[in-house]
């Protein structure tokens, strides 16, 4: 079945530097989203990419898609103490059920 | 607007126990689904609804049941719960095609 695999795993960074993850699926997509979920929190939706090759920003964060749509990453520039928490990718195959099946995240702790 | 309203927050249940999680959207979406996060697991989807009237198994159905009873609730039930199924469980809910899901803040289920 469709798998989507999710680096690094933890990521420790001093406020102000950057940070990246990256997600990779087994099978082609035909859209990725991104979601965020602060300690103790619920994921909370951030974008979703559906054309190869997209790239989206929203402020500090740049989301990118992959030409064979099968790849996908966040960059954040100068990561602030707000940006802790664990980022989300989630994959939706082929058909318009609307499931998705998700990454194993990447939980960011930020130093001030 | 309340969103996904998931209940209860906390439960406790001794093997072999059975209990439903309710979950209910105020949002008119199409589309429901189930997910449980365990550590370093990510997200793994128990049961959607991509409509309702229908319901499909995700990743991970064995042990649970579910309920489309109206457009607004779908319901998870354990019929006989076993310590495997300690878990912190997501209630979400997105328009069809699944774009952007809305999680409830989840239940937190221990099996003794």
């Known amino acids: 079945g469709q798998q989507v695999m999710q680096i690094p795993q933890y990521q420790h960074v001093q406020e102000g530097e950057d940070f990246t993850t990256y997600c990779n699926s087994s099978?082609?997509?035909?859209?990725i989203q991104w979601y965020k979920q602060r300690p103790g929190g619920h994921p909370v939706f951030l974008i979703q990419?559906?054309?190869?090759?997209e790239v989206k920003k929203q402020k500090r964060l740049t989301f990118q898609f992959g030409e064979a749509k099968k790849n996908s990453s966040l960059h954040i520039t100068a990561t602030q103490t707000t940006d802790v928490g664990t980022y989300f990718c989630a994959g939706a195959g082929s058909g318009n059920t609307g499931k998705l099946i998700f990454g194993q995240g990447t939980t960011l702790q930020v130093k001030p | 607007n309340a969103g996904v309203t998931q209940t209860p927050k906390f439960q406790v249940l001794k093997t072999g126990q059975s209990m439903t999680l309710q979950c209910a959207q105020d949002?008119?979406?199409?589309?429901m689904y189930w997910y449980r996060q365990d550590p370093g697991m990510g997200l793994r989807l128990i049961y959607y609804s991509a409509s309702e009237g229908t319901t499909d198994k995700g990743e991970v159905p064995n042990g649970y049941n579910v309920s489309r009873l109206n457009k607004r609730e779908f319901s998870l039930r354990l019929e006989s719960a076993a310590p495997s199924q300690t878990s912190v469980y997501f209630c979400?809910?997105?328009?069809?095609?699944?774009?952007?899901?809305?999680f409830g803040s989840g239940t937190r289920l221990t099996v003794v």
């Open positions: 099978t082609t997509l035909s859209n």
């Open positions: 979400a809910s997105s328009r069809q095609g699944g774009y952007g899901y809305t």
């Open positions: 990419l559906v054309k190869s090759g």
């Open positions: 949002m008119n979406h199409n589309s």
